[in-house]
């Protein structure tokens, strides 16, 4: 089932995807809802980031094709294989939805680069999970990007802002609640061009791991959304590009790039 | 005027301190609000936060005196004196409120550490604002313990569980919205023996500094809490303690400290 949260004139619903329509539904996606008899098309509707998550989580380098760029972005040696997730919150203020703008900063030196990314949805109040209870927390999977400010990656103490200025979390289209996360396909694109792509079976920690790590200190609440990580060597994208993170079975999350407008110049 | 969010029975809600009594405002605090004619003695309700912020942030390293010893809990030489601020941010799952305990994790080493700092409250949405006009978008100033295991501070890659463990943020009593943060008294007891003293005239950067630098890229949401940074050197804080942040003008953040129970064992 594909779970979608949309504007519908003021009001923020959910509703279940149905070829091109969109069902609206009653309740909670987290506990018990229903389906209604509204709907709506799915190509008038504003489709939001699926949840309002308390915290946004990434676990730090968690695929080895990723280590040795790391290392110099950060202008170190290649760091070494991670024996744990080093877990890490990306801001919530820099959430945005399917179809919005990445816009980049009018500061920044224009080294940003995407990094597409599978992300699970935490579904209830989870602390002290193992592994194998984890799943039980995870309501479903969509799609990320965890938009990065190399140059400030590099430079600044935290990712506060090369990975937390506004607009540098998109995640969308919807939540796909029937899939597994073991073995998903990604790649993302830029103007039709393939850029990245991977597969979730090279994830050094699995979504269950990374959760059950981040649980055993912090209570992960429902919405809060959890990255898997991303592969490779990334490069810039430019004012104007259109970025998709596709990933099959799940769905594209869309995102053209802007530059900030700056009223002061 | 001093601010106040607490609980009462279901309901969760606001009032001004006057005397002995809290008096229910009706409105938000963050635009228009007025008192009502209910009121409540102080010493029969439960303190919450002052705010539910979307974000709470640190500035990294603000205290001359506290360079040094941050860089031994690092395994590092001494920092460098920042030249602009470092922020980070801050668990928003750590959040707790004032006479709630601050629980040390099982799986502590048990070096854990009070930092007794002044916290400023957002009122409004604050994006590329400068130092002179950062002051016109905070609300006014609370008490902070940015409670940090220094173990895992050491060791892991960020600090999300070394400063960002469930109940790592005790923040109160209540927000005081006619005070000068410039120059403010701060003390912290254990168990009614002081073991920090400071003042925010030592800060190296300012509140409207770190405000203006946060908004450059991040948008501040009313309510947020931003940290003003720690002095000195500290020491542990054990179950049974009691931890008081005292700032003369403000109030006193009470905290027990108490170990996590296990249930296991």
Redesign the interface.
Known sequence: MKIARFRDGKRVVYGVLQGDKLVEIRGSIFSKFRMTDTTHDLSKVRLLSPTDP??IWCP?LNFLEHLEFAGQVLGQDTPPIPTQP????K????LTGPNDPIII?K?SEGDVHYEGEAVAVISKNC?RVTPAEASKYILGYTCGNDVSDRTWQGK???F??AK???TFAPVGPWIETDIDPSELDLVVRINSDQVQICNTRDMLFTFPEIVSC?S??????PGDLVFSGATGVTVAIRPGDKVEVDIPGIGVLENSVELEFDSKH
Do not use: K
Request: hydrophobic share 30%; charged share 30%.
């Open positions: 308390m915290e730090g080093q877990p890490w919150r801001g919530r203020n820099a900063p500061d602390r600044d103490w935290s506060w802002r937390g200025a506004d981040i055993q200190q912090v209570t992960l609440r």
